[in-house]
């Protein structure tokens, strides 16, 4: 056994290899990073980035053509001390309140329909329910000016069928007519959700109530509700977010009465020239649809708690 | 090999989720790499000139010589209003040619993003009207800025039968009581806030003052319950005049000879305070990727053929007076113009060019006041 020589250690090269293998040996975590790094990089570039320079643009001001890059929260100031902002805001907040309520309504019977009695084909009719989806956004905002319009076919068959002398003039043009057509644009976000969520309820659990003596109303309130919760909650964040920024809507079918925060966005970045206010109330708004999720959330999960 | 069948998966019931998504995978990558194939109608080439205008004036019959020459009509941009537009090329958009009117003149020469035009290249030029050429801040030590093209009135358009005149044709008539949301008016304060000057009788040389500002605010907020719809296209205005939704609005003067072309009984008013007047020209880009295409649009857009189009089917004027020879006496007044510019423009008020502060104050206390406030 003396002759034989302990070979010596392997060369230091192949025992530790250069730095970055070596930590990728050593760690999951920097191996986890490595693999998420194309997608963490488009992120960055695309969303950390520009959200950082929005935000360091809401603190300058605006100075002719250029900005004045002294940080000072003058935007702030004025978009507090201008009651108009918030104005804007409250009628934003109240559109899109109205219009996710309307909307979650509207498509929770149309989910609950496909999951629970329709039994065949069920993929084809979510692929109907969200055909008219697959079109333009903007092209189902100009079809509800046509629906709505003054000569248009609600108008045109009530005259026709002779409930109504003169065509009403509050379909269009008005906040009524911004809430039926977000809450239309934006149905195909409310069914998915509450479908997937509904489909997943455990058909035996109604079952067993059914056999422990409880009416279809019954188990309804007490099983399918409360187990779709979390359904609801992420169709009612899927329609309240963008919907409260929403500007083509106002824009086109709203009328002078209806214009919300998103109109006064756009036009800081374009007749108005003043961009830094423009970042100054996007980022305002932001924080406040932050504020209304949490509070939403911390509502909804009290009430599961208390149900489950 | 398995043949992905979906119609049949269908009708049997057996199309799952997964094999659906698959499919939309596959139509989505389908249709994504299909623009790599060889096309042969490209969107937009880059070796023909580009012009950033209004909407309505991306039609083949403004460039008639530059498509005889060159077998495609130019490249077209669309903005809504100057202010949007100098907006985007101050933010990078490079064009050949845009296409702003004189209030913005002056603006635009200092944004410092384009260049005096050669005029001696341009083959139409010695026809142009010299009262176009020599507007306010257009010639100067380094050249001429702007090449006018077009010009008209803002002024009212309105129905003849559902209006009830009371007395002379006035500027009060978008203030009418009687007809109140049922008014209309175009959006772009560039255009609704100097008619509001006329109507409050504020003189345009003194349009700047805070005095100014006040008298127009004022009498803009009267009008704001009254009016329906501020829009930013001309279509819907029309559309809602000859459905009888609105009796009276605010529009340029193509918008009463389209209305009259198609026989809807309305009048294009001369308002006894004056109509607002204006002229709209093309400047050249400073960085023009494509010189020498944009003379030969240039030159395209102020020939007698594209005249002739634009007093004929749109009621505009033209610079160039060559233009108005097809046309008699009768027809122009008709159309609200005449073959001596200066007769219209000076009846009219003439809009004086400002500069970029007093522009951007203008559309924050306009925009203010459309918002209700």
């Known amino acids: ?308 | 090999m398995d043949v992905v069948d979906n119609l049949n998966a269908v009708r049997n019931g057996e199309l799952s989720r997964r094999a659906f998504t698959r499919s939309l995978l596959a139509a989505g990558v389908g249709l994504m790499t299909a623009p790599l194939l060889p096309r042969r109608a490209m969107a937009s080439n880059p070796d023909e000139a580009t012009i950033f205008t209004w909407g309505g004036y991306d039609i083949a019959d403004f460039y008639p010589s530059y498509i005889e020459k060159n077998g495609v009509p130019p490249n077209f941009s669309i903005f809504g209003g100057t202010e949007e537009a100098l907006t985007k090329m101050r933010g990078g958009f490079v064009v050949d040619a845009a296409h702003p009117c004189n209030a913005g003149l002056k603006r635009w020469k200092q944004s410092g993003l384009f260049q005096p035009i050669d005029t001696s290249r341009l083959s139409n030029w010695g026809d142009v009207m010299p009262e176009l050429v020599n507007m306010a801040e257009n010639v100067d030590d380094q050249g001429t800025w702007m090449a006018p093209f077009d010009w008209g009135g803002t002024s009212i358009t309105y129905r003849t039968d559902l209006f009830e005149l009371e007395g002379e044709e006035s500027w009060d008539m978008l203030w009418d009581q009687r007809y109140a949301g049922r008014l209309g008016s175009l959006g772009s304060g560039g255009d609704a806030w100097w008619c509001g000057a006329i109507k409050a009788g504020v003189p345009f040389k003194d349009i700047a003052t805070d005095d100014a500002f006040e008298r127009i605010s004022a009498v803009m907020r009267e009008q704001r319950p009254l009016i329906r719809l501020y829009s930013d296209d001309t279509t819907t205005l029309e559309q809602a005049l000859a459905s009888g939704e609105m009796v009276a609005a605010m529009t340029w003067n193509s918008s009463a000879v389209a209305l009259q072309y198609d026989e809807v009984p309305v009048k294009f008013a001369k308002p006894k305070e004056g109509q607002l007047t204006w002229v709209c020209g093309i400047m050249l880009h400073k960085d023009a990727p494509n010189v020498d295409k944009a003379y030969e649009m240039i030159d395209a857009m102020l020939s007698p053929a594209a005249g002739q189009f634009m007093i004929g089917e749109y009621g505009y004027g033209h610079s160039n007076a060559r233009a108005f020879d097809e046309f008699d006496d009768e027809t122009l007044v008709g159309l609200g113009l005449s073959k001596n510019p200066a007769d219209i423009l000076g009846a009219g008020h003439f809009m004086i060019p400002q500069d970029q502060n007093w522009e951007s104050r203008m559309n924050e206390t306009f925009e203010m006041i459309k918002a209700g406030f």
């Open chain 1, 1 to 308: 056994m003396a002759d034989v020589q302990m070979s010596s250690a392997p060369s230091a090269r192949s025992q530790r290899p250069s730095g970055l293998r070596s930590m990728l040996y050593k760690s999951e975590t920097a191996r986890g990073y490595l693999l998420l790094s194309p997608a963490l990089l488009v992120m960055v570039v695309g969303m950390l980035i520009p959200f950082t320079i929005l935000i360091a643009m809401s603190f300058w001001t605006r100075d002719g053509f250029d900005f004045d890059t002294t940080m000072s929260m003058t935007n702030y100031q004025t978009a507090m001390d201008v009651p108009i902002y918030n104005a804007f805001l409250a009628r934003s907040f109240w559109i899109s309140g109205i219009t996710t309520v309307a909307t979650v309504l509207l498509c929770y019977p149309m989910a609950y329909y496909v999951a629970f009695h329709v039994h065949r084909n069920k993929m084809l009719w979510i692929i109907l329910m969200t055909l008219p989806f697959w079109t333009s956004y903007l092209l189902r905002v100009f079809s509800w000016k046509v629906i709505l319009g003054y000569e248009g076919v609600i108008n045109s068959g009530l005259l026709g069928l002779g409930l109504i002398d003169a065509p009403l003039e509050f379909l269009l043009y008005s906040q009524t007519a911004v809430i039926i057509t977000l809450a239309h644009a934006w149905a195909a976000f409310a069914i998915l959700p509450m479908y997937v969520s509904l489909e997943k309820i455990d058909r035996s659990l109604l079952e067993a109530a059914a056999d422990l003596g409880d009416g279809p109303a019954r188990r309804f309130f007490r099983i399918t509700l409360p187990l779709s919760i979390p359904g609801v909650i992420s169709a009612t964040f899927l329609i309240f977010i963008p919907t409260t920024g929403d500007y083509i809507t106002p824009a086109l079918v709203g009328g002078p009465n209806s214009p919300m925060i998103g109109n006064l966005i756009q036009l800081q970045f374009g007749a108005v020239n003043n961009w830094p206010m423009g970042a100054a109330l996007s980022v305002i708004l932001t924080l406040w649809i932050a504020a209304v999720g949490l509070v939403f959330l911390f509502v909804t999960r009290k009430s599961q708690e208390s149900v489950v």
